[in-house]
């Protein structure tokens, strides 16, 4: 981590350049993917390889997305996010070596640690004169253990969402 001597450089989400979304297996035969569309996120960094970063993340519930209304506001519901009492979803870094990030993510006031893979794509100067830093972020949860329960079993027997939630996070910072 960082000393009190080290001078940290900021680093503001960019999110026009940024998708936070997910994907889950629906009665286990397809796949529904999502997207949240409002998310702030920060990163303080010694230096231009990331590592050992400071990194905060908060994620509008409300903005959830799915191309289906009735889905989405069940997932706003009660049932899954509660987005009415936890409006926020929330991750806090605790270590990152440039290829996995660990820290703990808070769904409804439950806080867990979780590992992300990362490919950090680099740094950039745009046309406008912009330090941009890009990266890929993927890993998975277990949606039960952050209070996420619902779930029904069809005929055949099979549940109809998977606990596991597939996480990918496409980011671009802009060097403040």
Known sequence: MSTQTEVLTKWAIDPTH???SFSVKHMMISTVRGHFENFDATVEAADDTFKDASIEVSVDIDSIKTKNADRDAHLKSDDFFN???FPKMTFKSKSFDGSTLVGDLTIRDITKEVEL?????GVAVDPYGQTKAGFELSGSINRKEFGLKWNAVTEAGSVVVSDKVKLVIDVQFVKQ
């Open 117 to 121: 893979d990362v490919d950090f794509n």
């Open 83 to 85: 987005a009415e009492k």
């Open 18 to 20: 940024s998708e936070m």
